[in-house]
């Protein structure tokens, strides 16, 4: 580990303070969003203080260093992902990213490239957050595409056993999430990637999970779209990333202003991308925020980040294993897994257990986790979720085990 | 603790022993709700007869506080008139949305003022409410298919 944890909550206003009268602050909910250091908090404080105008307008200074910020987190996102920096465009969030994806494809003239019909195939996976399930049912709906899936196995791996049938010459389009946000599974990319491609489908990779905790290189995952949130990247709400490199063949998904190249009373010809898929003023300070997130992280060490929270997700498995009646719901082992680990204690309904944590000042997420197929097919209508980051240590997983045997105790 | 006036004894015995569960085989109205936050379900029989409910069955799966609430209004709401148990579902709703200002009147609730502690942790009030809100919908669609008799 080459960064200290007491340095890094330093950084993080946050846990300055308490919960439920007096407690530690113990956040074990990075999954659904992460917490922000003060350079990100200041980052987009000073972009309204200092520099605010509308980027991509305006003859003035301060339109000036506006459109510098916003492009300059572009590029840091590029450096990031290990992409060019025409190839990252800023939404409102993955949720939307995923969606533009959808809808511009479902904009595809006929017989274009991104076109579908009821011919072909989208391919998603049963562990997918609804985020990127809902958007393709949707598409298949609209075009008359036909949606079919990987199956998950009883301790949580994707089922490849099937890829030919599933992954046929008809795919257009694979989704699926690079790591399970309820499972904390990785998935087998590369053999997807290969099926995917020697049909000459596209990869769409939902990296929601996996780019805010482990060194992410576009090329080398091979895939053709990726997104991720800024919230969960220790960035700012409100803005989220399309990494692709396939923009060029895609349509708009949303038409406005800053999205043309010319218009007239009657047609309109696009802008390259990615300015074509950021109709309007985009979140500006956001993905100020954004690149400050970055720069942080970047400034601890991807890898390192990603070994800290390997050391800490194998404690915090052996520590919950501990626990008598309480189940993982996912791998148990660390081989392709991350910092995401789901359980059932019991009989403890995990509302309940989430209550009682709470008031231990240990703060986790509850309920089916935006993935409802998923849980249904595990045969558990909700789970109880601890999640780590870089500012997560054992003394955190310490007091979730000490908050869960209490809550045993208290449900009893 | 604070967590006790949410985790009540009475609602950690209609938990674990609650009342009116399994599905009556015939029924006025059914209903099936879900609170799609976290997953919590339950579905409702709910029988009336003469402007008279006087059977209420069900069945789910969720957290103490959604089902203890179900079961409480199970017992509570069963032999009311359909205004009698509007009044209640009122009064019992008023009392979710109190913030915590609120004890309940034990004669109109009796055991459902053991919720009122769940007024004050807002992320748990439609917990509390799932049960009732199905019975709304359940009278609802009795009193449109018979006139409420």
Request: aromatic share 8%; charged share 20%; glycine share 8%.
């Amino acid at each position: 580990m080459a960064f200290s944890v007491a340095n890094v909550r330093q950084d993080f206003p946050i846990f300055e303070r308490t919960i439920r009268d007096g407690k530690k602050l113990v956040y074990l909910d990075s999954g659904a969003t992460s917490q922000k250091p003060l350079s990100v908090i200041e980052a987009e404080s000073n972009f309204y203080k200092f520099h605010n105008a509308a980027v991509h307008r305006g003859a003035h200074q301060l339109a000036e260093e506006a459109t510098d910020a916003y492009e300059g987190a572009r590029l840091k996102v590029a450096k990031f992902l290990g992409a060019d920096e025409e190839q990252i465009v800023f939404t409102k969030g993955a949720t939307e990213s995923l969606n533009l994806i959808a809808y511009a494809m479902g904009n595809a003239e006929p017989g274009t490239r991104f076109a579908l019909t009821s011919k072909d195939k989208i391919v998603v996976t049963e562990m997918e957050h609804h985020a990127n399930l809902i958007p393709w049912q949707q598409l298949a709906a609209r075009t008359g595409a036909q949606l079919s899936w990987f199956e998950v196995t009883p301790d949580g791996r994707l089922d490849l056993s099937n890829i030919n049938a599933v992954i046929t010459e008809n795919t257009k389009v694979v989704a699926l999430t690079h790591q399970s946000n309820v499972l904390g599974t990785i998935i087998p990319l590369k053999a997807i990637v290969a099926r995917a491609h020697a049909v000459g489908a596209v990869v769409v990779l939902d990296a929601c999970q996996s780019a805010p905790h482990m060194p992410i290189d576009v090329k080398e995952l091979g895939v053709d779209f990726l997104v991720f949130s800024g919230h969960k990247a220790l960035g700012s709400t409100g803005v989220g990333v399309l990494w692709s490199s396939e923009l060029d063949d895609l349509p708009p998904f949303l038409y406005g202003g800053s999205m043309i190249e010319t218009v007239t009373m009657t047609a309109a010809t696009w802008a390259p991308a990615p300015r074509k898929f950021e109709a309007g003023v985009p979140n500006m300070a956001q993905a100020v925020g954004l690149g400050a997130a970055i720069d942080y992280l970047t400034a601890h060490g991807m890898s390192n980040v990603h070994d800290h929270e390997m050391a800490l997700t194998k404690y915090l498995i052996e520590k919950l294993l501990q626990v008598p009646d309480l189940k993982i719901v996912g791998p148990t082992d660390l081989d392709s897994r991350g910092g995401t680990v789901s359980f059932t204690v019991g009989e403890i309904h995990p509302h309940d257990l989430g209550q009682y944590v709470d008031s231990q000042g240990v703060a986790v997420r509850t309920g089916h986790h935006c993935a409802w197929p998923l849980t249904r097919k595990l045969g558990v209508p909700a789970t109880t979720r601890a999640s780590i980051y870089l500012y997560n240590d054992e003394s955190d997983c310490d007091a979730l085990f000490d908050a869960i045997l209490g809550a045993q105790k208290y449900f009893a | 603790m604070e967590l006790d006036s949410l985790y009540q004894e009475v609602i950690l015995d209609h938990y674990k022993h609650p009342l009116n569960k399994g599905l009556s085989e015939t029924y006025g109205a059914q209903v099936h709700h879900v609170n799609p936050s976290c997953g919590d379900e339950v579905t409702l029989n709910v029988t009336a007869e003469g402007g008279v409910i006087n059977s209420i069955t069900w069945d789910g799966v969720g957290c103490s506080i959604s089902q203890a609430s179900v079961s409480i209004a199970s017992d509570l709401l069963v032999n009311k008139s359909f205004a009698e148990a509007d009044a209640i579902l009122d009064e019992f709703t008023e009392l979710m949305h109190s913030k915590g200002t609120k004890q309940g009147n034990p004669d109109v609730l009796d055991d459902a003022v053991a919720l009122a502690g769940v007024s004050k942790f807002p992320a748990r009030i439609k917990c509390a409410l799932l049960g009732w809100m199905a019975f709304k919908d359940a009278a609802v669609r009795i009193k449109t298919t018979t006139g409420g008799e």
